[in-house]
């Protein structure tokens, strides 16, 4: 499963504190810009507490949860576009991922230098997505021209992508982004040929201080983030990557215990892996025997010999059932035998579309 989430933001706003608290995979970080030339990219365990009851229910010699990637992007700067500070490599490697984490400094620190001299969370905002605009409308007025000459032409597949093209400037012109812009589904196929930075799912991650995670609603900057991706139809993740980076030193006791004493339920860590992965349009299936239970990562929409598949590929090209079973109701019945006689445990065939929470064992022959 090659999909993958890039965090992104403005030099000094925590994009590798947060990276490395989340990976523990030590990207470089320090009180600078540009200390993040090449791309980190960084595995991430899915936390999935159905996991862990599956595991005490079947009682597995092992368990194995599902992962997908994080990439920390170097800091985009006014001018990217035109290259400006490493710009050009910068916007190749958002092009690379699947999905935007565009990380906001919304705290003050006197010692952490702002890029642009004060804190102001909607004006990097807009800094990147304009730097994003630009990108794609150059990629646009290129398309254009070598296409323009063959719709005269009347050539009707390039009139078709030339109106799609035409649309998408003029969105461009205007600072609005590739995914705010209506399009039919054969339109939307040509949008997606062209790889537009714009088109990509975005989610927000509000950086606060540390003294400031439990009182996020009187922080103003988080507002004004919030206020802003409601119009971008975007979600919005309140963090401390300071606070995130201490916890990610912890093991398991010792992180609950530290998450009681600050009154917190959940990671923000954990809500921004949760939140990416559903971002990416990601889902997860299990299989449980003796031998291990273990997560599956599967993009939601696909068919249960393509989950087999991500298995092994003699999975799907032997598929002739999926013995399959919800969670909620094997967790109900208490054991895959109990769920058998209840009728709850069903065989699919190849047209079955796999749903998050499934838990499968394949019937193939090679």
């Known amino acids: 499963m090659a999909l993958t989430a890039g965090i992104v933001g403005l030099p000094n706003v925590g994009k590798s504190t947060l990276f490395n608290a989340i990976t523990q995979a030590g990207a470089e970080s320090a009180n600078y810009p540009f200390c993040t030339i090449d791309p ?7 936390p999935d507490e159905r996991l862990q009851k599956l595991t005490e229910l079947v009682k597995p010699k092992k368990t194995i949860p599902t992962a997908f990637e994080f990439t920390d992007i170097a800091g985009i700067v006014k001018g990217a576009s035109k ?6 490599q910068f ?11 565009h990380v906001v400094r919304c705290f003050q620190d006197d010692n ?4 642009s001299g004060k804190v102001d969370p909607i004006s990097d ?4 997505n304009l730097e994003l605009i630009l990108a794609d409308l150059e990629t646009v007025s290129k398309r254009i021209q070598r296409v323009e000459k063959m719709a005269r032409q009347k050539d009707k597949e390039a009139m078709a992508e030339l109106e ?35 088109s990509k799912s975005v989610m927000y991650v509000a950086n606060v201080g540390e003294d400031e995670l439990l009182e996020v609603d009187n922080n103003a900057y988080v507002q004004l983030v919030k206020d802003f991706a409601k119009k971008d139809e975007a979600e919005v993740i309140v963090v401390s990557a300071k606070v995130e980076s201490e916890i990610a030193e912890l093991d398991g006791e010792e992180k609950e215990e530290f998450l009681e004493e600050l009154g917190i339920a959940e990671s923000g860590l954990d809500q921004l892996i949760k939140a990416t992965y559903q971002l990416l349009g990601l889902a997860t299936y299990f299989t449980a025997g003796e031998q291990e239970v273990r997560a599956w990562t599967f993009k939601k929409g696909i068919k249960a010999p393509q989950a087999a598949g991500i298995i092994h590929s003699d999975f799907e090209k032997g598929f002739i059932r999926a013995e399959t079973v919800s969670y909620d109701d094997l967790v109900e019945a208490g054991s895959e035998q109990a769920a058998k006689e209840k009728g709850q445990v069903r065989l699919e065939g190849k047209e079955y579309l796999v749903k998050d929470g499934d838990v499968m064992h394949f019937r193939f022959n090679v």
Request: charge should be negative; hydrophobic fraction near 45%.
């Open 125 to 128: 905002i807009e800094t990147i």
């Open 112 to 115: 952490i230098t702002h890029v």
């Open 91 to 101: 916007l190749s490697h958002i092009r690379q991922v699947d999905a935007i984490c």
């Open 83 to 88: 290259g400006e500070g490493l710009g050009n």
């Open 40 to 46: 980190n990219v960084g595995i991430v365990e899915v």
């Open 164 to 198: 799609v093209l035409t649309k998408l400037r003029e969105a461009f012109e205007e600072e609005i982004p590739a995914r705010a812009v209506e399009f039919n589904d054969e339109q939307q196929k040509l949008v997606k040929g062209l790889h537009l930075l714009t």
